[in-house]
């Protein structure tokens, strides 16, 4: 089945400055890969998802890459806000398992102000 | 829209006691997913299902965990006898129904969750 590796555990950065947080997949044939954010104490909310025959999907100052020869997916954040703190997830979608999510374990993205 | 609604937010319960957690996915949507997430283990998907009929339950981690779907708009996720270790937030997802395109249709979305403790 698929496998999903998320990279960093933990992000700190200053306000103002850009985030990036890397996942690899371990299925070739996977072809969504959605982003995920969760606020202390609420449900994971999709905040951006990219398929496979693009290669990068941007919206406003969050923006998502895939490199389907390396099977790797990036979430970049630019000009980060206080509200960007959260605890991010990647996932991608299981091939055998039609509807089926696989996460990573989650970044903690700290925005200094 | 409402989005996914799930109830009880919060429930503490004792070591033996029946547990019955409840979600009303979006209207409209097919699909509906059960995770459970814990810190040590992360988000894992317990059990999904597909135009109400259980597709895959291979998540669920034991007999003690059953799950229903009996219309499109409800289903519960029960523990008989619950146990400590099963304390963690319960989130319920859904999503929409496929499209022709061969990626359209598996966004998820996901409820508030459930908090259960038990003692």
């Known amino acids: 089945g698929e496998n999903v590796e998320q990279h960093p555990s933990t992000l700190s950065v200053q306000e103002g400055d850009s985030a990036v947080i890397k996942c690899t997949y371990s299925d070739s044939a996977s072809n969504y890969f959605p982003w995920y954010k969760q606020e202390l104490g609420k449900g994971p909310q999709l905040i951006i998802d990219?398929?496979?025959?693009?290669g990068e999907k941007k919206d406003q100052r969050i923006a998502v890459t895939l490199n389907k020869t390396a099977k790797h997916f990036s979430l970049h954040i630019t000009e980060t806000q206080p509200e960007d703190s959260a605890v991010y997830f990647c996932a991608a979608r299981e091939t055998q398992g039609a509807q089926k999510l696989v996460f990573g374990q989650g970044t903690r993205l700290t925005i200094n102000p | 829209d409402a989005g996914v609604i799930q109830s009880p937010r919060h429930e503490v319960t004792e070591m033996g006691q029946e547990v019955t957690l409840r979600c009303k996915p979006i209207?409209?949507?097919?699909?509906l997913f059960w995770y459970r997430q814990t810190m040590m283990r992360g988000l894992e998907l317990l059990i999904y299902?597909?135009?109400?009929?259980?597709?895959?339950d291979s998540g669920m981690p034991e007999d003690r965990f059953s799950a229903k779907m009996p219309n499109a708009s409800f289903s519960t996720l029960k523990i008989q006898p619950s146990e400590p270790r099963d304390s963690a937030v319960y989130f319920c997802?859904?999503?929409?129904?496929?499209?022709?395109?061969?990626?359209?249709?598996?966004?998820?979305?996901f409820g508030p969750g459930t908090r259960l403790t038990v003692t």
């Open positions: 299902f597909n135009n109400n009929v259980p597709i895959d």
């Open positions: 997802a859904s999503s929409p129904r496929r499209r022709l395109a061969a990626w359209a249709g598996y966004e998820q979305y």
């Open positions: 209207s409209g949507h097919n699909s």
């Open positions: 990219i398929r496979s025959n693009v």
